[in-house]
């Protein structure tokens, strides 16, 4: 089935360690998305893809970073987590050419705690 | 900016009808989307209704749409347990960017 894999699901990290977190799709999608979701908050976009082209949100911290090195893989860098970070982070997708209604395709997730 | 809110939890009774219920600030949305979340899964698009329609019909599920109090529900009949998750009301804000309500828990009771 194609399909949105984040791992890991579950990450630990200690205060002002760098972690990455990474997604992979077998959707062959163009535009892939992270989002930070907190404890019954919206999920809040920190940037996308669009194909090679990287948008940053305006006010996503610094200290998130990403990279994109082919269609199907993208990570998320924190480059020194603070225990403010600690969310859920989803990885989703959608197909430029489905723009109007842009459907996207989430991962479930990678829970990230901050020590 | 703009912004989507709905309320946190709903606990209903199997064979019930659930409503959950959403409002939204950005009027230029061409389309209002409903995603569901169930336990250990990604958020997955469950419905999705055109600006300029008022209600859609999709077999249990009924999305009604109010554009001058900017207000969209949606309704599932018969609710069972398997409908017990989370569910996100969105809309779309311009090029590839969608922005999605915090998530209402619904709970349903055997």
């Known amino acids: 089935d194609a399909m949105v894999i984040q791992n890991p699901r579950y990450q630990v990290t200690q205060f002002g360690k760098p972690v990455t977190l990474s997604c992979s799709q077998t959707?062959?999608?163009?535009?892939m998305y992270w989002y930070q979701q907190k404890s019954s908050q919206a999920p809040k976009l920190l940037f996308h893809?669009?194909?090679?082209?990287?948008?940053n949100e305006a006010d996503t911290p610094d200290n998130f970073q990403s990279r994109r090195p082919n269609t199907s893989f993208c990570f998320l860098d924190i480059r020194s987590p603070g225990l403010g970070d600690a969310a859920m982070y989803l990885c989703?997708?959608?197909?430029?050419?489905?723009?109007?209604?842009?459907?996207?395709?989430f991962g479930p997730g990678t829970r990230l705690t901050v020590t | 900016g703009e912004d989507v809110e709905q309320s946190l939890f709903l606990s209903v009774r199997e064979g019930d009808s659930s409503v959950i219920n959403c409002t939204y600030t950005?009027?230029?949305?061409?389309?209002l989307y409903w995603y569901k979340q169930e336990p250990g899964a990604g958020l997955q698009l469950l419905t999705y209704?055109?600006?300029?329609?008022d209600m859609k019909q999709d077999q249990r599920l009924t999305v009604l749409l109010n554009k001058k109090d900017k207000h969209l529900s949606l309704r599932i009949a018969d609710t069972q347990t398997g409908d017990s998750a989370i569910y996100f009301c969105?809309?779309?804000?311009?090029?590839?960017?969608?922005?999605f309500g915090a998530g209402t828990r619904l709970f349903v009771k055997a």
């Open positions: 989703a997708t959608s197909r430029e050419s489905n723009r109007a209604l842009n459907e996207q395709y």
């Open positions: 893809y669009y194909d090679k082209d990287f948008n």
């Open positions: 959707l062959n999608h163009n535009v």
């Open positions: 950005d009027s230029s949305s061409t389309y």
């Open positions: 209704i055109f600006s300029n329609m």
């Open positions: 969105a809309t779309p804000t311009g090029g590839f960017k969608t922005i």
